[in-house]
């Protein structure tokens, strides 16, 4: 997270480091889903294992969100990924939507929203809103830093949805950026900003 957060990590490095901690959350976000026994032939003989069961919707949240995909990925390759394109407005601090690309109905037991910052909440709050109209019954949401108001604005829209974090940090300053945060995600994976 120290790499993370230090502002002279270049992108390539911010995405890896992203990717690494996607990996991280993702194994305790998937904690609960089901599997099934499974017999494996080794070269030498069997052996059981076990195996997903359940259906998992990756939804990362443009543009940001895309560097957590890669790290969820690695532990379930199957997964499915779908985008929702939110931006804040700088003025209002509220979620504007851009962007859909869910199917016509849900195809999965369950969907993981893919944010690395939960800063004021709405734009989280936003995508759990158009996932529930979609018909998601089962959802997640996962990011790498927060800030006490963004999760407090999330669980009260959405107590039945599990938040999963690698920190949650002092406050918001009056932009709406978190303290001390990393600065923007998006601009530091993209090399944009």
Not at 9 to 18: A, H, I, N, W
Not at 65 to 89: K, T, Y
Not at 162 to 187: C, H, K, N, Q, S
Request: proline content about 6%; charged content about 20%.
């Amino acid at each position: 997270m120290g790499l993370l957060r230090d502002q002279r990590t270049d992108p390539k490095k911010f995405r890896e480091l992203m990717r690494e901690i996607a990996s991280l959350l993702a194994y305790e976000a998937t904690a609960d889903l089901a599997t099934e026994e499974v017999t494996i032939t080794t070269p030498l003989g069997q052996v059981s294992g076990r195996r997903l069961c359940e259906r998992v919707g990756l939804v990362p949240i443009l543009r940001a969100g895309l560097g957590l995909v890669e790290g969820f990925w690695n532990l379930m390759p199957n997964a499915e990924v779908w985008h929702i394109g939110l931006f804040r407005d700088q003025r209002t601090l509220q979620p504007v939507a851009y962007y859909n690309r869910l199917p016509v109905s849900p195809t999965v037991d369950v969907c993981m929203v893919l944010d690395p910052m939960l800063a004021t909440g709405g734009s989280a709050v936003a995508a759990v809103d158009i996932l529930k109209e979609w018909g998601a019954s089962r959802i997640k949401f996962v990011g790498v830093i927060a800030a006490p108001e963004g999760i407090q604005r999330f669980t009260s829209a959405h107590p039945d949805v599990p938040v999963y974090l690698a920190a949650v940090d002092e406050r918001l300053d009056e932009m709406g950026f978190i303290v001390p945060g990393l600065g923007d995600a998006g601009d530091r994976m993209f090399g944009t900003g």
